[in-house]
């Protein structure tokens, strides 16, 4: 993965930190027995991945063409079964 760049961009960067500050929220609601608030964590968590998605669009994410295919060079026989 570090030779991809996976993830480091300001789009992911910004996605992650809103959902763990949401998973955060969630779970401290979760312990004192507050549904509302544990959903209002919840509803944080969507909006960091919708601000991801939406920076991504912007430009802020990983372009397209980032990721390279790739191909064999090997050209490999197949193995006979009588052998």
């Known amino acids: 993965m570090a ?8 789009a992911a960067w910004t996605g992650v930190i809103i959902v763990f500050i949401g998973f ?9 027995a507050q549904p509302a608030g544990f959903w209002a964590g919840m509803a944080i ?8 998605w939406i920076m991504s669009a912007m430009g802020l994410g990983m372009p ?3 990721h390279p295919v790739h191909h064999t060079t090997d050209k490999r026989e ?3 079964a009588e052998s």
């Open 3 to 10: 030779g991809s760049s996976h993830g480091h961009t300001p």
């Open 64 to 66: 397209k063409n980032a």
């Open 24 to 32: 955060c929220v969630a779970g401290a609601f979760m312990v004192v």
């Open 45 to 52: 968590v969507v909006l960091g991945g919708v601000v991801g």
């Open 78 to 80: 197949p193995v006979n």
